[in-house]
């Protein structure tokens, strides 16, 4: 029985855990051969090994997305076990919670340099094969309602995340001509280790119980005080993967209970 993505290639960055793993296993079950890149190279073989014990095909890859000789050497080794890049998720990232005066100038650098340097570097390595005889390809950005919404003490993060959305327009204007497709698919919360951690923090940063951090300032404006689950996102970077031509390209997909609706 053939699949959508059946002969595709895709790199996932950061997934040895969260939504970039639940988006290997998806794009997996559609066919494609998965590269679980991550800067937790055990979490990342963990992940291809149950790929493949589910009879997908997978590849663990140590990744640094903020160090350009890393993210090259990586996506050189994909291409060399599993064939050239078709398909490109930059999803890694971090969070951190703090109010600008008390921002640490470091964290501020070391979050935009996972988030913005990872998704560029990335990119720019999985181009040149997208490109070589108009093979084309998809490109999709993990971006968040952070993209289009800002909330207090996540300066980097909603700064990083609205970001995304230049390059994803700079790179559908760039690669439509030689059928490469970018978007960015922008979460609400979701329960992955990033926002478990985020709870306790906020709670203590803003003088409230856990309970209101959960049902006020991450619930409060979706329309039905529900979590997106790691399905949801899944689901949406496998249409977008599979959506067979630039008609939709340089889009930013929210997926966030009416959390924003842009
Ligand atoms: P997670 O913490 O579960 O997973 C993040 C992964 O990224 C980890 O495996 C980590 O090792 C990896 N990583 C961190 N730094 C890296 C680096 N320099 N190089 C390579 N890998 C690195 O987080 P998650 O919730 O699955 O988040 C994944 C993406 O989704 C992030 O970009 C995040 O901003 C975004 N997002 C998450 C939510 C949410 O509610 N969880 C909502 C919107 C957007």
Avoid at 50 to 76: C, P, R
Wanted: net charge negative.
């Amino acid at each position: 029985m053939s699949r959508s993505l059946d002969g595709q290639v895709a790199v996932i960055t950061g997934a040895a855990s969260g939504i970039g793993k639940e988006i290997a296993f998806t794009l997996a079950r559609a066919g494609a051969r998965v590269a679980i890149a991550d800067l937790n190279l055990d979490g990342a073989q963990a992940v291809a090994a149950q790929v493949k014990a589910e009879g997908g095909t997978a590849l663990g890859v140590a990744m640094d997305v903020t160090d350009e000789a890393a993210v090259n050497a990586g996506i050189a080794q994909v291409a060399a076990e599993l064939g050239p890049v078709d398909i490109l998720i930059a999803n890694a990232g971090i969070q951190i919670v703090a109010p600008i005066q008390d921002f640490a100038f470091a964290d501020w650098k070391r979050l935009l340099a996972i988030h913005l340097d990872g998704a560029f570097l990335t990119t720019k390595a999985v181009l040149p094969a997208m490109y070589a005889g108009k093979r084309g390809g998809t490109v999709i950005y993990m971006g968040s309602a952070h993209s289009h919404e800002a909330s207090p003490l996540k300066s980097a993060y909603v700064t990083a995340k609205h970001g995304l959305l230049g390059l994803a327009r700079t790179l559908a204007k760039e690669g439509g001509p030689r059928g490469v497709r970018s978007h960015v698919v922008c979460p609400g919360f979701v329960r992955t280790p990033l926002v478990d951690k985020q709870i306790p923090e906020q709670a203590a940063t803003l003088g409230i119980s856990e309970d209101e951090v959960v049902k006020r300032v991450m619930l409060g404006s979706t329309v039905d005080g529900t979590f997106t689950t790691l399905e949801d996102v899944a689901q949406t970077v496998k249409f977008l993967c599979e959506f067979p031509s630039a008609a939709l390209t340089g889009q930013s997909i929210l997926v966030s209970h009416g959390w924003h609706m842009g």
